[in-house]
């Protein structure tokens, strides 16, 4: 657009006492995080030799070489969504490491086309929110897949989707491992092969994302709809208190 004009005006739905006009002086940081990144991994599978466990560790692996901390959630005993309780020691488990974790990694087989039901019920297990605290809302995420066959994309297209819905930053890049069981020695580490270096890539690039967004994640997510709605319902509030 061009030539002069009143924002006011031109904006009429934007209640512009709640617009933030974003700026570069509003992503700099008064004390920036020393620790190392917390990264907790995933994976969605239980069988004895799992292929995608073996991934996660060699992910675990590097992303200490990278200088993270990290913590891997073991599936065994977790009940399906709606199922038990989410007073479960597994649940609670599972969400005081979501609540922990400053970054995470998603790694599951492809099944029928698609993430595994331990992926999903994992994922369906970590709330949008409790209370005021949002366990995963400006959070990186990595995902990766392993399969039996040919080279696919659909487990970590789904679980991007997810990512998204759980209001994780999904950095760029993926892995996805075909024919797992040709990648993987009989100790259970990853052979040298362009998978192995993707993984590499993948987690170099995990560790970057975090430590760029972990001390902004707060003003990354911060939106306006949400402060708008949070500034009436405090208004109705006061109020009701008032009457």
């Not at 209640?15 to 992503?27: F, G, N, Q």
């Not at 599978?45 to 073991?74: C, H, N, P």
């Not at 990648?183 to 590499?200: H, I, L, N, T």
Request: glycine letters at 6%; a neutral charge.
């Amino acid at each position: 657009m061009s030539g002069k004009h009143d924002d006011k005006h031109d904006l009429l739905n934007v209640a512009h006492e709640h617009l933030d006009i974003p700026a570069h002086d509003k992503l700099d940081v008064a004390t920036r995080s020393e620790h190392k990144p917390r990264i907790l991994l995933l994976y969605g599978s239980l069988r004895e030799k799992s292929y995608s466990r073996l991934l996660t560790f060699e992910a675990a692996r590097l992303l200490e070489k990278f200088g993270a901390e990290t913590k891997i959630f073991d599936p065994h005993g977790l009940p399906l969504p709606d199922g038990a309780p989410d007073t479960h020691p597994k649940v609670q488990e599972l969400r005081d490491l979501a609540a922990w974790s400053e970054g995470q990694v998603w790694c599951s087989p492809e099944r029928h086309g698609a993430m595994s039901g331990v992926m999903k019920s994992m994922i369906d297990w970590i709330p949008l929110s409790v209370g005021a605290v949002r366990p995963t809302q400006g959070k990186t995420l990595a995902v990766m897949q392993v399969s039996g066959g040919s080279q696919s994309f659909n487990a970590v297209n789904q679980m991007r989707v997810l990512g998204r819905w759980m209001r994780m930053l999904t950095i760029p890049n993926q892995s996805s491992v075909a024919k797992a069981f040709n990648e993987f020695d009989d100790a259970g580490r990853m052979k040298p092969s362009a998978y192995y270096d993707r993984v590499v890539d993948v987690m170099e690039e995990l560790i970057k994302f975090t430590l760029l967004t972990r001390d902004r994640a707060a003003y990354l997510v911060d939106r306006y709809s949400e402060r708008k709605e949070t500034a009436e319902e405090l208004h109705s509030r006061v109020n009701l208190q008032s009457i």
